[in-house]
Structures are given as structure tokens and as C-alpha cells.
């Protein structure tokens, strides 16, 4: 594959350039290849199905990144999982994926009930595993393999598995190289935790272009004093993260030029992207670009883009989403499947080398939604959008249920699905509530159960504490209201126009 023998070349030529920092560590290119290898060779002696997932247990270390390598290496594709995400979560992942083993990269110990599949520790596999002997390339995931699997929220309280392909993340990584200012042996700041697919947006074109991958912890984040310590030393040249991410740091006035001089580029995925952050970054960093783009998990990141100039702030109060990269196209159709007129608002499918195959062993769920589109691979992406004259997108939200929260989509109705699973809930619902065109959060509407309960902040504390054991903490709703009866339609589902109507009055 032609980004694994990238990396090759690099850690051949330039063995000592760093490929990776970490708040407790850091890797040259040398010691990534070197010791994925080992990992390569630890999993080919275990004689593993060819195909079947390693599902890589970890938060930000180099350990992940040479285990994702490693596992490719071996001819088996990765499933990335944030120690953040609860443990049942991880179990529902590894028995849906049917994974062959687990490589628990991080430093805490995975404790699950019975668990169906091994768990190896990073450490002892590079304790008991030394290779002389390079990993044969024949071994290597190639073409319409797997490289890996990303699971993302679904509707029946079950998590889906995004197979991404070889040709898939090579599409995707060779766009991002030829049309964005990102060569040259950078240095990428990498703020989403694997399991989010954003990252693959910093980690594959850093490494497929010699440069380096600066990590933001979950522990910076919650510590601002900490993260501006780090972004200071982090001589950072492309960001990449969500556009609330940013945001979060603009509230802090040294948040400038000043802290990070050699900034040049901006990468924006995974939300809308307001246009009063954008003038506020032109401002402050004057001397970066800063390009606006859109992606599902399903077409491997991201299949459009734009440069955001002062004149396009200037032209567009709601900023497009850009034009689709060269060997995609973006078709808009009405509900019945028909062509829509530019201008008119119609949902997207993506059609291109670097739409996935569909979800892991969900036949059903796959095709309905993929499909194949004069030869090429399709998928319907469930957002609404709408082209104008000059061939620019503009995303106009989602024709279903499925939203993105700070950069994490989600399904409402798994959300809905598990708080309706409470001893203390008769029934539920979820909205996103709006603020200037953006979701600020999700707020739970619930019919109580009797509960002991004398207050309801008592109520929702136990409810949160229940959800915080079966979804990740992004998923949970900010603000719970409690009600005797929720609207219905004549066919026995919730209204949600009049419960939007009665909850946000």
C-alpha cells in the first residue's frame, strides 16, 4: 500500500525525525516502524484469521499509532476505542465486530466480565516480541481490505462499525496531500481521540508527509492552564480539530499569532463552521488559511472543501461547505430519488473510491443505504444541501434524526433508546436545541416512572449516573425536563414537532 511504504521510506531515510509527541512520550519514525513491526509480527505468530479486527484499547499514546500500524502490517484492520467510552460499550463493540483480540494500549487495566476475546498488553507484546526479519509487504492490508473500522452511534442502542478500506483512507489522504498546504514535514495537532474519525484527518496525512503528530489529551482539555502550556511548546503549523474546539480556545484572549508563530493552516471538520469564529481566527492568526470541510464517517473523513477567504466571509453569512475532492462526485435528490435543480435543496450521496463498503456485518443496515452509482460506490448521506451557480455546497442539516453535537454524530433515537431503558423512565425523548444555526446541546424530555426522589435534580443526577455506564459522555443531554404525557401522532409516535414546539416555548 502506498501511504505504508510512505511511512517506510521515512523511518528509512529520516529515522530520527519525530513522528509522534505525547504528554508521556515521544516516537522517531525509526522506533514507529521498528516497533510496529514487532506488533506485526506478535499478531502474524498468533495465527489470526486474515480480515478479523484487533480492536486497539487506548487515549492518545504512541502506543495506539504503532499498533494501528502493526495491525495493518499483519494483514488485519483496526478498531480504535477511547478509553473514555464505557466498558459495556466496548464489549457490545467487540462481540458486534467479532474481533480476533485486543491490544489494551493504555495504562489502565480493561476489566470485563467473561470476557469472549484475549487481551494483550502493548507493553508485554513489546517485552517477549523482538523481530530481526522485516514484515513481508504481501502481509500488508491492500486494496478493498479493511484498514479500519470506526464505530459510530446507531439507532437500535447498538453501536455500527464504518468498514474504511486500503483504497478508501488512500483516496483520502492522497486529496488531503495535493490539495491542501499541509507538505513539508509539519508538525499536526491532533485533538480527537481515535475513535473519532476527525483524527484520521491529522494522523495519516502528518505521517503520510514526513511530519509530526502533536497530542492533545482529554486531561488538557479539561484543564485549560494545561492545554495552553502544551499548544505553547507545541510549535504547531496545522490545526486540525472541530469548530467547538476552537471556539473553546478563542474565549481565551492569548489564544493568538503570539502563542503558536508558525500556525499556517486551519482544518475544520465534523460541525458547522460559524462565521464569527472564522473572522475571529483572521484576526488573530492573520498569517493562517483556514479551510472549511465535510465528511461522514461513511466516505472516510472528509469529501469536500473550501478555502474560507475574507471575501467569502463577505459574500455568505452561512458558510458552503465547499466543492467535492477530484474523484468524487455529490449528487442532490428529492425523496423519491429524482435529480434536484441547483438551488434547490435535495439530500447528498456521495459517489467515489473513498466511499466504505458499509457497515460490518449489518447487511441490511449497508443496503440501505449504499449502493453501487455507474460503477462506483455510493451512499446516501441523510443530510440535506442544496448547490448554487458557482458549484458551491451549502449543508442545510439532516433529513432524519441523526445529528452532530461538537463534532460527534450521534443518533437520537439510541440516545432516546438507552435513557428509555432507566428504572426511573417510563418513556422519553431527545431534541437538539439550537443557537445560531448550531446545536448548543440536547436536552431529555421523560415521563417519570415513581421514583424516591424528592427533588428533580436528585432525578436526573441517578438518570446521568445510569447513562454514563452504557454511552460516552458527549452522548448524555445537558438538561433533563420532566412531563406527565409527551405528544403522539395518530399512528402512536412521538410528535416531535409539537414535543419541539412545547419543550423550547
Not at 449504499?370 to 446516501?380: L, T
Amino acid at each position: 500500500m502506498k501511504l505504508l511504504e510512505t511511512i517506510r521510506n521515512t523511518a528509512v531515510t529520516l529515522p530520527e525525525t519525530l513522528a509522534y509527541i505525547s504528554p508521556s512520550e515521544e516516537i522517531t519514525y525509526g522506533e514507529l516502524w521498528r516497533k510496529s513491526e514487532q506488533i506485526a509480527a506478535y499478531l502474524l505468530k498468533q495465527n489470526n484469521e486474515r480480515h478479523l479486527p484487533v480492536l486497539v484499547y487506548g487515549h492518545m499514546d504512541a502506543s495506539m499509532i504503532t499498533s494501528f500500524l502493526g495491525c495493518v502490517k499483519a494483514g488485519l484492520p483496526y478498531i480504535p476505542v477511547d478509553t473514555s467510552i464505557p466498558i459495556e460499550r466496548v464489549i457490545k463493540i467487540i462481540n458486534s465486530s467479532q474481533a480476533g483480540m485486543v491490544i489494551n494500549a493504555s495504562r489502565q487495566e480493561m476489566v470485563m466480565d467473561n470476557p469472549t476475546v484475549s487481551v494483550v498488553n502493548y507493553d508485554k507484546i513489546m517485552e517477549n516480541q523482538v523481530t530481526e526479519v522485516p514484515i513481508d509487504p504481501s502481509n500488508w492490508v491492500y486494496g478493498e481490505e479493511n484498514f479500519y473500522i470506526i464505530y459510530t452511534s446507531g439507532s437500535t442502542g447498538n453501536p455500527k462499525g464504518v468498514q474504511i478500506s486500503a483504497k478508501n483512507l488512500q483516496s483520502f489522504v492522497d486529496w488531503m496531500v495535493k490539495d491542501f498546504p499541509i507538505t513539508g514535514n509539519l508538525r499536526f495537532l491532533n485533538q480527537a481521540p481515535y475513535s473519532f474519525d476527525l483524527s484520521v484527518m491529522d494522523l495519516y496525512p502528518a505521517l503520510a508527509t514526513g511530519g509530526t503528530i502533536f497530542a492533545i489529551t482529554k486531561e488538557m482539555i479539561e484543564r485549560p492552564k494545561l492545554l495552553f502550556e502544551a499548544l505553547e511548546k507545541s510549535k504547531t503549523q496545522v490545526w486540525t480539530s472541530t469548530p467547538s474546539f476552537v471556539q473553546m480556545c478563542l474565549m481565551d484572549p492569548t489564544f493568538t499569532q503570539e502563542l503558536l508563530p508558525e500556525l499556517s493552516v486551519f482544518l475544520f471538520c465534523g460541525e458547522i463552521l460559524p462565521v464569527a469564529i472564522c473572522l475571529q481566527l483572521i484576526d488573530r492568526f492573520p498569517k493562517a488559511k483556514i479551510f472549511n470541510t465535510y465528511g461522514p464517517t461513511e466516505a472516510t473523513v472528509a469529501v469536500t472543501s473550501i478555502e474560507v477567504t475574507a471575501e467569502i466571509l463577505a459574500t455568505y453569512q452561512n458558510l458552503p461547505i465547499g466543492k467535492p475532492k477530484g474523484d468524487t462526485r455529490i449528487l442532490f435528490v428529492d425523496e423519491n430519488g429524482l435529480a434536484v435543480q441547483p438551488g434547490e435543496k435535495g439530500e447528498m450521496i456521495i459517489v467515489g473510491p473513498s466511499v466504505s463498503k458499509g457497515y460490518l456485518g449489518q447487511q441490511s443496515l449497508t443496503e440501505k443505504t449504499f449502493f453501487h452509482y455507474e460503477g462506483e460506490q455510493a451512499y446516501r448521506t441523510g443530510d440535506a444541501a442544496y448547490i448554487n451557480q458557482e458549484g458551491l455546497i451549502f449543508y442545510k442539516g439532516r433529513i432524519d434524526f441523526q445529528i452532530k453535537l461538537h463534532g460527534y454524530r450521534m443518533e437520537l433515537e439510541e440516545i432516546e433508546y438507552h435513557i428509555s431503558n432507566s428504572k426511573y423512565v417510563k418513556s422519553a425523548a431527545v431534541v437538539p436545541v439550537y443557537q445560531n444555526d448550531k446545536i448548543d446541546y440536547l436536552l431529555a424530555a421523560i415521563i417519570p416512572c415513581n421514583h424516591e426522589f424528592e427533588k428533580e435534580y436528585q432525578l436526573t443526577s441517578a438518570i446521568k449516573k445510569e447513562l454514563s455506564e452504557v454511552i460516552p459522555s458527549y452522548m448524555i443531554p445537558r438538561k433533563f425536563s420532566y412531563y406527565e404525557e409527551l405528544p403522539m401522532t395518530p399512528n402512536g409516535k412521538m410528535d416531535r414537532k409539537k414535543f419541539r414546539e412545547m419543550v423550547l416555548q
